[in-house]
């Protein structure tokens, strides 16, 4: 058996948040409007969530009768399986659309349903229907892919004006795709929708990747500047040698003796720390200063040889 995907267990984690008809109806209400076909002559839902197939039946059974809704099952080519669900009769889709106030093409004729504090759970039915949301171990996105045009911006007005929550918008296929890739956002509508439990889950990886991913630019970082040290250092050694090859050593200061001949014996130390292995010791910027005369006189040097 396939583990289900974190997509299947934010929608069944919303379904196990409704305690009330008033809630279920609300829920319901949005898997109807994002439903495959939704008329009177068709009402069709295929879901590959075997809790949103077996809310959507009992709860249109609740409301037209039991056996008002044939449900069949078929398995896809990598072993998942898509459930179908349609309502036999004309008599029950009317009564259906009816009870719901939807009109020809999906069109909510009653615009005050459902009441603000329901409203998260037609969201969530919504998503029911046409919604999915990627592991966030892989991806940051989440998209509901809406059935027309005017239930996309019904939506996506919804969520801006009342929950501050700003989506966008695409065409994909002949179907509006509302969707988020802002891990924030994603988080802000799997909690407004009742799965809070997969909002920590989503939280707590995206803290862990903020993490690992700060632990590497840190490490890449210090590895760019031992590199860069490491290429300073090289040159230096260079520059001291090109001298000692010419004889200019012993023309040097005894400062810029001792300077030379600590940064040779220890080209893994940066200048901080080869500042304070001198006698006296000296500043980091005082080591810079010598080592900048020190290639100064070996760059003169190489220009003599040309």
């Given at each position: 058996m396939?583990?289900?995907?974190?997509?299947?267990?934010?929608?069944?984690?919303?379904?196990?948040?409704?305690?009330?008809?008033?809630?279920?109806?609300?829920?319901?209400?949005?898997?109807?409007?994002?439903?495959?076909?939704?008329?009177?002559?068709e009402?069709?839902?295929?879901?590959?969530?075997?809790?949103?197939?077996?809310?959507?039946?009992?709860?249109?059974?609740?409301?037209?009768?039991?056996?008002?809704?044939?449900?069949?099952?078929?398995?896809?080519?990598?072993?998942?399986?898509?459930?179908?669900?349609?309502?036999?009769?004309?008599?029950?889709?009317?009564?259906?659309?009816?009870?719901?106030?939807?009109?020809?093409?999906?069109?909510?004729?009653?615009?005050?349903?459902p009441?603000?504090s329901?409203?998260?759970?037609?969201?969530?039915?919504?998503f029911?229907s046409?919604?999915?949301?990627?592991?966030?171990?892989?991806?940051?996105?989440?998209?509901?892919?809406?059935?027309?045009?005017?239930?996309?911006?019904?939506?996506?007005?919804?969520?801006?004006?009342?929950?501050?929550?700003?989506a966008?918008?695409?065409?994909?296929?002949?179907?509006?795709?509302?969707?988020?890739?802002?891990?924030?956002?994603?988080?802000?509508?799997?909690?407004?929708?009742?799965?809070?439990?997969?909002?920590?889950?989503?939280?707590?990886?995206?803290?862990?990747?903020?993490?690992?991913?700060?632990?590497?630019?840190?490490?890449?970082?210090?590895?760019?500047?031992?590199?860069?040290?490491?290429?300073?250092a090289?040159?230096?050694?260079?520059?001291?040698?090109?001298?000692?090859?010419?004889?200019?050593?012993?023309?040097?200061?005894?400062?810029?003796?001792?300077?030379?001949r600590?940064?040779?014996?220890?080209?893994?130390?940066?200048?901080?720390?080869?500042?304070?292995?001198?006698?006296?010791?000296?500043?980091?910027?005082?080591?810079?200063?010598?080592?900048?005369?020190?290639?100064?006189?070996?760059?003169?040097?190489?220009?003599e040889?040309?």
């Open positions: 396939n583990e289900i995907s974190f997509s299947q267990r934010v929608k069944e984690e919303i379904i196990s948040r409704i305690n009330s008809s008033a809630k279920a109806d609300a829920c319901l209400y949005g898997m109807l409007l994002c439903a495959n076909s939704l008329s009177a002559d009402i069709l839902l295929l879901t590959e969530s075997q809790a949103a197939a077996t809310f959507f039946r009992l709860n249109i059974e609740r409301i037209c009768g039991e056996g008002c809704v044939i449900e069949t099952e078929a398995e896809k080519s990598d072993g998942s399986v898509i459930y179908s669900l349609s309502v036999k009769n004309d008599s029950e889709r009317k009564k259906l659309l009816s009870c719901f106030s939807i009109g020809d093409e999906r069109k909510r004729l009653k615009e005050s349903y009441k603000p329901l409203c998260a759970y037609m969201i969530g039915g919504m029911l046409c919604g999915s949301v990627s592991d966030p171990n892989r991806d940051y996105r989440m998209e509901l892919s809406m059935p027309n045009l005017e239930l996309c911006n019904f939506l996506g007005l919804l969520l801006i004006e009342r929950y501050s929550l700003t966008k918008i695409v065409e994909r296929k002949n179907r509006q795709v509302i969707y988020f890739k802002e891990s924030d956002n994603i988080i802000d509508m799997i909690t407004l929708m009742g799965a809070t439990s997969s909002s920590f889950d989503f939280m707590n990886v995206k803290i862990y990747k903020d993490m690992r991913n700060k632990v590497n630019r840190e490490v890449n970082c210090v590895n760019a500047n031992i590199e860069k040290s490491v290429r300073a090289r040159r230096q050694i260079e520059d001291i040698e090109l001298i000692e090859k010419n004889g200019g050593l012993e023309a040097l200061s005894d400062e810029l003796v001792q300077t030379a600590l940064r040779r014996e220890n080209p893994d130390l940066n200048l901080s720390e080869l500042g304070e292995i001198h006698t006296p010791p000296i500043s980091r910027s005082g080591v810079s200063h010598r080592l900048k005369k020190i290639s100064q006189l070996a760059q003169k040097i190489r220009e040889e040309k």
